[in-house]
């Protein structure tokens, strides 16, 4: 049976490959009318080729691209998701943060209860570094509006210090470039004595 079709397409093959030749008003063959109209086809065969081949061109570049694009939305699609889920630790940075703010009434606490504690706050901060968490606001840094938060402007007389971090209120985080929270802060602002 496949030897039968195989055999039909080669026939209709050959077919397709038979040169119809060109008749002059006296019924005799004429070359260069079928030179003429082989060479016409010919042209043709070359554009419907050229069509094709640059068709899957584009078609194999547009492919690329989708791959790319793709593979791109994909690593943003991971970074969002490691970002949210380390967002949901950041209230627990904070309490920690909130517990040693007071450094007097935490000395007071059981030594070894807060030793236990501060190595849990170091385990989060590992952890952190090791998706390459980084902190976002300092006291003296220039104020960033990008990472900084500014929620009081405190006067000063020192023009250097003019927009830069007089107090962190609650610190910032970024993963990598994206900023997950900017920091709260309360910035200096420079007003001279003669004002």
Do not use: C
């Not at 509006?145 to 020192?158: F, Q, V």
Request: glycine share 6%; aromatic share 10%.
């Amino acid at each position: 049976m496949q030897d039968e079709d195989k055999k039909k397409q080669e026939e209709s093959t050959e077919e397709d490959n038979v040169v119809e030749f060109e008749f002059n008003d006296d019924g005799e063959e004429d070359l260069k009318k079928t030179l003429k109209k082989l060479r016409a086809d010919l042209k043709e065969a070359q554009k419907q080729k050229e069509e094709y081949l640059t068709g899957w061109q584009k078609e194999r570049a547009d492919f690329v691209n989708y791959k790319k694009e793709e593979s791109a939305r994909q690593a943003n699609m991971s970074l969002s998701l490691r970002e949210h889920m380390l967002n949901r630790f950041l209230t627990v940075i904070d309490s920690f943060d909130m517990a040693f703010a007071n450094r007097e009434l935490w000395e007071k606490v059981d030594e070894s209860w807060r030793k236990g504690v501060e190595y849990i706050h170091s385990q989060m901060n590992s952890i952190f570094e090791e998706y390459g968490v980084k902190e976002v606001g300092a006291v003296g840094e220039s104020f960033d509006p990008a990472s900084h938060e500014s929620i009081e402007m405190l006067p000063t007389d020192k023009k250097e210090k003019n927009h830069t971090v007089a107090l962190v209120v609650q610190k910032g985080y970024k993963l990598g470039d994206r900023v997950m929270r900017p920091a709260k802060v309360k910035v200096y602002e420079y007003q001279s004595g003669g004002e």
